[in-house]
């Protein structure tokens, strides 16, 4: 027994040393970083010369990296991405990770470094876990851009968006307020999570655009969170009914919610006397937009996010930037933000009865 | 009979092979940055394998084990975010995990719940405590000097945590294969109930051989944080079947009792080629998870049926010596 509890002890104390010797060798790499700096920049030249061999007998390469491959929304996306490729004779490679693991993106990232791309475009599952390898892609001349979800905007070069934050959340108001029919009654919100960067930012601007143009809207309760999951959107959206008798509408963003509030309307038969309108995909919402408990789905749409991630990754590696009001070919205008890198596609996209069932993701 | 090679080395030429073939019909495989992005790429991984094997050679398996090397980095990224030295946030990142081991262990060896129901619980345990401390969030911004665990190199040519997993390696076998430990872990694996009336205190080495996982668990955790500047509860959560998966090509035995070291690392460099070679070539990523499946199908078929070969070799081979 004891033989064990000592050899426990080497353990720790190996550990300890190690540990001891890392900080100790690290910051003597550190001051010797300019000889390692000058080593992985000789390694980044000759990386970007076989890049340039590589675009001598091809194309432009652009990597567009998603959060997980083998969803509905991002298998949308990666209908566009490779039709933009086509089109624009790029070479595009979509790939990503099969779970939402940042380890596993940050592996496919530098995978797709080792590959050599002339642009790589991701959509990150934790912005933070990817800097490092972002960093390390830019050192050796590779555009580094983020799309779907803003990375750390020091460090790409361009950052495109589906909507803009403000414009969606007044959207979803207006269209809430166009579904209940009258400009003054009661609502609920509902969120994925509370501090989820977006989702807060469209509450935000939908509770502006109540409190400026429709005055007599009354907001029941604080913003509801349903932790990203339809089944507790639907038992809160229950409670909401049953708290509420006189509730009229029910704005619910993060794209499960609208789901779990609609399937909670529509178990209780109340569709006309409760509006609900939310973030979410065509085809998720498809049965309850069809009898009306769900009366608005606004979203945007992900086969153009891709389409447009490709034009310009591959502006980007012409050594191009976007312009403001620039007509992008089958995605249509574009904005460009004040700080020249961030890129909007457009207004939202409203999905309603008629036309859900056109859409594939 | 001389000339033959154990399951571990042909693994080891496999592993080979498929290097050699990879460098051979990939291009930038074998380039230098490639070569230095796997170096990289396995510490973390290899470790988890690691701790996963010792598991399974007592006929256990962690499922919990990604999640302890979660709570174990949000453990140290907590320390570091709140101010404390590199040093304090690695040890109580340990501790974090050593204490879910000890949990894992206590349930296993003291009540004898079987370990894959233990290990499942506490696989939802741990993550819903993580979730309530971080409530979903990724916690980063480590000091600069914290980075280096996982990014940096020691002297300049190899990666500091390929030295750790190294370190790690010749540890791990040394301590199955030449302490009183390592031998009861094969004994109990084998047969729990002789290695009790052996007067081995079962429950004793059980412990241990959960708390050595999620000390490796720890380890994994720090090198990921590291390179990732960032822990989220689902951290390295892919590598949770991943490791089952290597220790099971590498020859260890699902039902305990045999295992070797040297085979789960061939199997974990085994996934790490074919990853990124496929990767590298623009394969499809389901078509590298479809790959590995197949691989892991044949080698355990061959497996099986190269046990059964022996085995009746064995029992024919006493008559004639007799």
């Known amino acids: ?361 | 009979m001389n000339a033959k090679l154990s399951k571990e080395s042909i693994l080891g030429l496999i592993a080979i092979g498929i290097f050699v073939g990879m460098s051979l019909f990939t291009p930038r495989f074998f380039s230098s940055s490639n070569l230095s992005n796997m170096m990289f790429q396995l510490p973390e991984f290899g470790l988890i394998a690691l701790g996963m094997m010792v598991v399974i050679i007592t006929g256990g398996i962690d499922l919990s084990i990604t999640y302890i090397a979660a709570f174990s980095g949000v453990g140290a990224a907590l320390m570091m975010t709140n101010g404390f030295g590199i040093l304090p946030a690695i040890i109580v990142g340990i501790l974090f995990a050593l204490a879910c081991g000890a949990f894992n262990g206590i349930v296993v060896s003291r009540i004898g719940v079987p370990p894959i129901l233990v290990t499942l619980g506490t696989m939802v345990l741990f993550e819903g405590v993580i979730l309530a401390i971080t409530s979903g969030n990724a916690i980063s911004g480590f000091p600069d000097a914290y980075s280096l665990i996982g990014n940096g190199y020691y002297m300049g040519i190899i990666p500091l945590s390929l030295l750790i997993l190294l370190f790690f390696i010749i540890l791990t076998g040394i301590l199955l294969n030449k302490s009183t430990w390592g031998r009861r872990v094969y004994m109990y694996g084998s047969n729990d109930t002789a290695t009790l009336f052996s007067g081995v205190k079962n429950s004793k080495v059980l412990m241990k051989v959960y708390l050595y996982a999620s000390l490796l668990a720890a380890v994994s955790a720090i090198i990921m944080t590291s390179r990732y500047n960032s822990v989220k509860v689902d951290l390295g959560s892919s590598y949770l079947l991943q490791s089952v998966a290597a220790a099971v090509l590498g020859g260890t035995n699902i039902h305990g009792g045999y295992g070797k070291v040297m085979g789960t690392i061939y199997a974990v460099l085994i996934f790490q080629f074919i990853r990124n070679g496929l990767n590298l070539m623009g394969a499809h990523s389901s078509l590298v998870d479809v790959v590995i499946g197949a691989i892991l199908i044949v080698v355990l078929t061959f497996n099986f049926f190269s046990d059964k070969f022996s085995r009746k070799k064995a029992e024919n081979t006493p008559e004639k010596a007799a």
């Not at chain 1, 579904?179 to 977006?198: C, F, P, V």
């Open chain 1, 1 to 361: 027994m004891k033989k064990l509890w000592l050899s426990m002890t080497v353990v720790f104390f190996g550990l300890i040393l190690l540990a001891g010797c890392v900080s100790e060798e690290s910051a003597g790499s550190g001051n010797s970083g300019s000889s390692d700096g000058e080593t992985s920049g000789s390694s980044g030249e000759g990386e970007s010369s076989s890049g340039e061999s590589g675009s001598d007998d091809g194309n432009t390469d652009i990597a567009v990296v998603p959060k997980l491959v083998g969803i509905p929304y991002f298998n949308a996306s990666e209908t566009g991405a490779e039709q933009a490729g086509e089109d624009l004779g790029v070479n595009v490679e979509y790939t990503g990770p099969t779970e939402a693991d940042a380890a596993a993106q940050v592996k496919v990232i530098e995978d797709l470094i080792s590959q050599g791309m002339d642009t790589i475009a991701v959509a990150p599952n934790d912005p933070a876990s990817v800097e490092p390898v972002l960093k390390k892609a830019k050192e050796q001349g590779i555009n580094v851009m983020d799309w779907d979800t803003p990375a750390d905007k020091e460090l790409v070069d361009l950052s495109v968006k589906q909507v803009d934050d403000e414009e969606f959340g007044r959207h979803m108001a207006e269209k809430l307020v166009e579904a209940m029919g009258t400009e003054d009654g009661k609502i609920a919100i509902l969120t994925g999570g509370l501090s989820a960067a977006n989702l807060n930012l469209w509450i935000e601007a939908a509770k502006k655009e109540f409190n400026e143009n429709y005055p007599n809207i009354e907001i029941v309760s604080e913003k509801i969170p349903t932790e990203e999951k339809q089944q507790v959107a639907y038992q809160k959206t229950l409670d909401l009914l049953k708290s509420y008798p006189d509730l009229d509408g029910v704005l619910a963003v993060s794209t499960p919610a609208p789901l779990g509030a609609a399937q909670a309307v529509q178990e209780q038969g109340v569709q006309d006397e409760v509006s609900v309108v939310g973030s979410a995909l065509p085809t998720d919402s498809e049965p309850f937009l069809e009898d009306g408990s769900l009366d608005t789905a606004v979203l945007w749409n992900p086969k153009k996010l891709g389409y447009l991630t490709v034009a310009l990754g591959k502006m980007l590696a012409e050594g191009e930037m976007p312009e403001d009001g620039q007509q992008i070919e089958n995605v249509g205008e574009i904005t460009v933000k004040d700080d020249g890198k961030t890129v909007i596609m457009g207004p939202p996209q409203d999905f309603t009865k008629e036309n859900a069932s056109d859409f594939d993701f």
